[in-house]
């Protein structure tokens, strides 16, 4: 009867273990990254930003404007 008890109590604990895993790759703890447009200095999310590169470095826009307005001063 022990031994039953011990086996069903470690099958409930190993199901709980395996549902936080998965809430846990459901919601990252990272924090959502913020960069700044450097046409106009809006702080953006980077996975919503527009991208362009100069001399292998990183430039992110926050609209198609700014981007636009970034190329046309010849800094890229």
């Known amino acids: 009867m022990g031994y ?17 895993e998965a809430s846990r790759e459901a919601r990252p703890d990272e924090p959502e990254v913020l960069v700044k ?8 999310p980077r996975r919503e930003a527009l991208k362009a590169q100069k001399d292998g470095q990183d430039y992110f826009f926050c609209s198609e404007g700014c981007l636009k ?3 046309r001063s010849g800094t890229e």
């Open 4 to 20: 039953l008890a011990y086996r069903l109590a470690k099958s409930a604990y190993q199901s709980w273990l395996s549902g936080r």
């Open 37 to 44: 447009d450097p046409v106009c200095g809006t702080f953006i």
């Open 69 to 71: 307005r970034f190329r």
